[in-house]
């Protein structure tokens, strides 16, 4: 399945939107990321993706690994061990 990437231009900046668009090319979209485009904004370019990259580009970008989880622990811990 493949999901259409909008880049929205707005008054406040540009947005990402997953498109939702119709037969004629017209619709509507969920902005994921950025600004809303207060008062309407304009479609400045567009993009395909595979919904099952989806997946995985935000696994990369947000899985925490353990040994992160362990430094930051540790990094509290060393910083409040008074407080403890």
């Not at 540009?14 to 904004?41: F, H, V, Y």
């Not at 919904?51 to 540790?74: G, N, R, T, W």
Request: proline share 4%; net charge negative; glycine share 12%.
């Amino acid at each position: 399945m493949k999901l259409v990437i909008d880049v929205v231009e707005g008054c406040e900046g540009n947005s990402l939107s997953i498109g939702n668009e119709n037969d004629k090319g017209s619709g509507t979209g969920r902005r994921i990321a950025g600004p809303k485009p207060w008062g309407g904004g304009r479609t400045i370019d567009k993009f395909e993706i595979d919904a099952s990259d989806v997946k995985s580009i935000l696994k990369e970008a947000f899985y925490v690994y353990p040994e992160q989880i362990k430094e930051v622990c540790k990094e509290f811990l060393d910083e409040h061990k008074e407080e403890i």
